[in-house]
């Protein structure tokens, strides 16, 4: 018996591997598991070691690479000074593992500091109080004005720390209440009553003394039997003596609970307004200490004030490049990391909505703007049921979960993923998102996402300069401005803000007019488009102001009116919100809805029968012209001059299939447009990503840039106008000789390798690459990348290799595959996974001889941005040329004149600091080039037992001022050879060794392998580890055999 419940007892548990979940046999709605109340945790059964850097304890679940230490030195030291920094790391050298681990330390370290540092401040700012110093905050006679005030300096004056026993304001009885005094008493409801918190604040003065002395006589006070120890007087006189008793007790009382009262009221305020409280007492100490207050109590406030009066834990926004980045961050903390806390992932209507009508109407953001407005989707009214199920919950088995997991989950119960997750990101520790959603203004505000003393890491980050000047601009089409129009007047006709409807209807049709207008001349033309731009000779910004009526004036206005048409839309939701709330009410008491409103609303064109407010696509529009218009409104505003304005003329691609075009238009207010053969845009485009982060920058406690090729680092504070008080450039964890890096001046017959626009068409310059390629490929086991600056030039090396030969000759020794230009996301996907395949049947044991694979690309292409081709699947990377941005291309232009004319005015004007020194154009120019060739050659060596070869058919790469533009762990052991057959010396016997190491390596593994077995089989089980396995159904059953 008792050997049964013993065997009971040990019993594990049924295990679930990684990404896949636990069946759900519970009831969505019940409560989530019970939690430690720390809002980030430490899951102790997850394997992992602690340190303390800088200060903090950081869980990892391994020993860190040197790499590894110096990464999470250098963020929790930012971190903690609330300072932006910049860090490089190689690719496969962990770096977003340590970034995840430090941030969430840091987070959790400050979370419990920051309880005790507030707790603390609360208990200095009752010593002053009580030590006779009075709030300067007080309101007098002008009560309505404090009303207003309260919450502008704190607005999380609540806080995480417990500030509600002190929330607690006691008016006169009968008096009349200000605004402000019905919102302490509502408060006061809430809470314990004062009386029960401040029996430990003692006011030691004499009447205090002699008030509680002499009110220990109380009639209801005592019991019967003392009734011997007083004196028998008269009924009359024992009455008066007792009412005079009672009058002194109660004048003592009261003068005790007014004085209690008087504290507590001041305190209320200082805590509402808690800066305000600290900074004047800061001040106030500058001339002598406040009575009551020690030199320490002084260094606790300037201490909170240095954490930038921090009252919450800042969150934490972890945005990379793309979803599948998105994805593979969460999978990291998920599965290696032991920090547990709540966590969201951002994600777009497209790969989170539930709805499969939605789905596939070819327009999901209209047709789900669309569904919720009418109450006709299911999941969206179930989405609460989702955001609150035990699974996403603390504890919960999906507490680090992924798109997937709350897509699925959420069809599970027809519950809405995406106002789901939205849902959740309000209250998380952590928030994973592509950084486009934090880099644009419109996609934050529309995703909730709050950076104000929160934190931002931004991983990938080699792509935010041209993401964020991206992200600043705005291009709108003559197309968009006519539905526009057409919206306006229809809703101007049928009586809804007519005035300002036509105000914003004739600005529309102002610029669609004025777009469709050929009479300015085009300063660019290429292939399929002309374009006009402003600022040019002879025009400026204003002169085109003024032909479009646009002055300060009309921008405020149309400011106020934005304003006007998002309450007046919100109204109308509310509205039909009511709407349904009231029908529904009517239905459950008689039994069917309200006809006659019913009736009522179809007629008057309300809830139902169509739209009584502008799209979200053309609140879009005007939106982001208002934004980029503010920032031009005069040339006092910061970025006035960071903006080029353009007219572009471009042939429509979408007119020959005008159906498709047509179909994919659901939800709008007005008939759709027929397609036209041209597209007229007009286009404000942002020449300085400081647009964008110099907000950012002002918002955020700190900025996290990483990457694993940011370099050339002095680039970056320059052109995202944002200070970087430090930056770290870790060593790569892979022993240098494990990898070889080289350049090669000349071909095998003997041509020079410079792929320039002047070389790239000569035969012989084709050819030698060709004949390089051959012998790399020959001599390279497994996978093989080459990159090159364009598909054009790709383009003519296959078209002269195929009549020489040479395609043949490559094709013999590895397979071919070639990057597809553009098409849809499956064709590359499909081409992947071919190139993958391919390469594991070349593991297959007994085969003699693998053919290996090589796949031609471009750089910025697919290949070269963020997919792991580690091991077998990528020992070497070629790159042929470095890829300038194309010169003739109008943005770049644009943008080399706007870094070459801000370069001169800070020179002219002495405004160049460390800080601001703009980047001249050809040196912007240069870097762009530079770090799309630091991005391809992170594809291979993607951890510490990978080895490979990196090879640079390019003679400029002999210089010096080319190679110190290579990222750091790189450039340190680049090695430049003349001749080409001296480099295939050298790189023959880098592969023949790595090779036998690799073919010893699996040996060893092999013959440990049998040994294993071997001793297995020999060693006798013992009989209670027999009973133990044979009773786990989860485990491997031994026989006793």
């Known amino acids: 018996m008792s050997s049964g419940n013993s065997r009971k007892s040990t019993r594990s548990k049924p295990a679930y591997k990684k990404g896949t979940e636990k069946p759900d046999t519970k009831d969505p709605s019940s409560k989530p598991p019970a939690v430690p109340t720390d809002t980030i945790r430490i899951a102790n059964e997850l394997n992992h070691q602690t340190y303390f850097i800088g200060g903090v304890k950081v869980h990892f679940p391994f020993k860190p690479y040197p790499s590894q230490l110096g990464m999470m030195n250098h963020m929790i030291k930012a971190l903690s000074q609330s300072k932006n920094t910049m860090i490089e790391s190689p690719t496969g050298s962990g770096k977003s593992l340590a970034l995840l681990c430090a941030a969430l330390a840091w987070q959790r370290d400050f979370s419990e500091k920051n309880k005790k540092r507030l707790a603390m401040v609360r208990q200095i700012i009752r010593k002053y109080v009580v030590g006779g110093a009075s709030v300067p905050f007080l309101p007098n006679s002008n009560k309505d004005k404090v009303d207003a005030d309260i919450g502008k300096d704190d607005p999380d004056v609540l ?28 408060v006061a409801c809430m809470l314990p009553d004062a009386s029960a918190t401040n029996k430990d604040t003692s006011l030691d003065t004499k009447d205090s003394k002699k008030d509680t002395g002499s009110s220990h006589l109380d009639c209801n006070s005592g019991s019967d039997s003392d009734s011997d120890f007083i004196s028998k007087k008269p009924v009359e006189q024992t009455r008066t003596s007792q009412d005079s008793q009672k009058t002194d007790s109660s004048k003592t009382a009261e003068q005790k609970d007014s004085k209690d009262s008087s504290i507590e009221y001041q305190l209320t305020f200082a805590y509402l307004k808690l800066s305000s409280t600290v900074n004047y007492i800061i001040q106030a100490s500058e001339i002598s200490i406040p009575a009551g207050l020690t030199e320490k109590d002084i260094d606790v406030l300037k201490d909170f004030k240095d954490n930038n009066y921090a009252q919450s834990t800042p969150r934490i926004y972890f945005g990379s490049r793309t979803h599948k980045q998105v994805s593979q961050l969460v999978e990291e903390l998920r599965g290696k990391s032991a920090y547990r806390m709540q966590t969201a992932v951002l994600g777009s209507r497209a790969q989170t909505c539930t709805n499969y009508n939605a789905l596939n109407s070819g327009a999901i953001d209209e047709e789900c703007r669309y569904l919720v407005d009418e109450n006709k989707c299911g999941p969206y009214r179930q989405y609460h049921r989702l955001s609150s199920h035990s699974r996403l919950r603390p504890g919960g088995n999906l507490e680090i979960w992924d798109i997937e997991d709350i897509v699925g989950l959420g069809k599970s119960i027809f519950a809405c993923s995406y106002f789901a997750a939205r849902d959740l990101a309000a209250t998380a520790d952590l928030v994973f998102c592509p950084y486009n959603y934090i880099l644009d203004p419109g996609v934050r505000e529309a995703a909730g996402i709050d950076l104000r003393d929160n934190i931002v890491i931004l991983d990938e980050g080699h792509n935010v300069e041209n993401a964020a ?27 809804h803000l007519p005035s300002t409807h036509q105000f914003v209807g004739t600005f529309a049709e102002g610029l669609a007019n004025w777009l469709q207008d050929g009479s300015d001349e085009y300063d660019y033309q290429d292939f399929d488009s002309l374009t006009a731009v402003w600022p040019k000779r002879g025009a400026s910004v204003q002169n085109l102001f003024d032909r479009l009526l646009i002055t300060q004036a009309f921008i405020t206005r149309l400011d106020f009116v934005y304003s006007e048409l998002e309450d007046f839309a919100k109204q109308q939701r509310a509205d039909k919100e009511e709407f349904r709330v009231n029908e529904l009410i009517s239905f459950q008491r008689n039994g069917k809805g309200n006809q006659e ?117 002095n680039s970056y504070a320059s052109e995202l106008q944002m200070p970087f008080s430090s930056t770290l450039e870790a060593n790569h964890v892979i022993d240098p000789s494990r990898f070889a890096a080289m350049s090669i001046e000349y071909g095998p017959s003997g041509t020079l390798l410079e792929a320039k626009y002047q070389t790239i068409n000569m035969l012989d310059f084709q050819d030698d690459i060709g004949r390089a390629l051959c012998s790399i490929a020959a001599s390279c086991p497994d996978g093989m990348l080459v990159f090159a600056p364009s598909y054009s030039l790709l383009s003519k090396l296959f078209a002269r290799w195929g009549t020489t030969g040479i395609f043949d000759t490559l094709d013999s020794f590895k397979r071919i595959y ?44 697919k290949v070269s941005e963020g997919i792991d081709f580690s091991d077998y699947f990528c020992r070497t990377v070629v790159n042929i040329g470095i890829p300038y941005p194309a010169f003739k291309d109008v943005k770049v232009t644009l943008k080399r004149e706007y870094n070459d004319s801000r370069a001169s005015l800070e020179f002219m004007h002495e405004l160049a600091t460390p800080d601001n020194n703009m980047l001249s154009g050809s040196l912007w120019y240069e870097i762009q080039a530079f770090r799309a060739i630091n991005q391809a050659l992170g594809r291979c060596l993607r951890h510490k037992n990978d080895w490979g070869a990196v090879i640079m058919l390019e003679s400029r790469f002999s210089n010096a001022w080319n190679v110190c533009k290579l990222s750091k762990w790189i450039r340190n052991y680049m090695r430049s050879f003349r001749t080409f057959d001296d480099a295939m010396s050298e790189l023959d016997v880098f592969y023949k060794t790595r090779i036998a190491e690799d073919e010893a390596a699996a040996a060893a593994a092999s013959l440990s392998s049998s040994l294993d077995s071997t001793t297995a089989v020999n060693t006798p089980v013992p009989i209670s580890e027999k009973i133990f396995k044979s009773e786990d159904p989860d485990t491997e059953k031994i026989s006793d055999d």
């Open 159 to 186: 806080g995480s720390g417990d500030v509600k026993s002190d929330l607690i304001v006691k008016p006169e009885p009968g008096a009349r209440k200000s605004g402000i005094e019905n919102l302490f008493e509502t």
């Open 818 to 861: 070639i990057e597809p230009q553009g098409g849809p996301k499956d064709e590359f996907e499909t081409l992947l996974k071919s190139y993958r395949e391919g390469l594991e049947k070349d593991r297959v044991p007994g085969k003699s001889l693998p053919q290996g694979s090589i796949m031609f690309a471009v750089y910025r292409g």
């Open 469 to 495: 000047r991206e992200a600043g601009s705005i291009e709108i089409t003559d197309q968009q401005l006519g539905i526009l129009v057409s919206e306006c007047q229809m809703l101007s006709r049928d009586g």
């Open 597 to 713: 409103e019913d009736n009522d609303d179809e007629s008057s064109g309300g809830h139902r029968s169509k739209y009584n407010s502008l799209s979200p696509g053309c609140m879009r529009v005007i939106g982001g012209l208002l934004r980029v218009l503010k920032q031009m409104a005069s040339p006092n505003e910061p970025f006035y001059r960071d903006y080029r304005i353009a007219k572009i003329r471009r042939k429509n691609t979408a007119a020959a299939n005008k159906t498709s075009s047509n179909n994919k238009r659901k939800r709008t207010n007005v008939a759709v447009l027929s397609v036209p053969d041209h597209i007229n845009i007009l286009a404000f485009w942002a020449m300085n990503p400081g647009v964008i982060f110099s907000e950012i920058s002002s918002l955020t406690r700190s900025v996290i840039l990483t990457s694993g090729t940011l370099s050339p680092l």
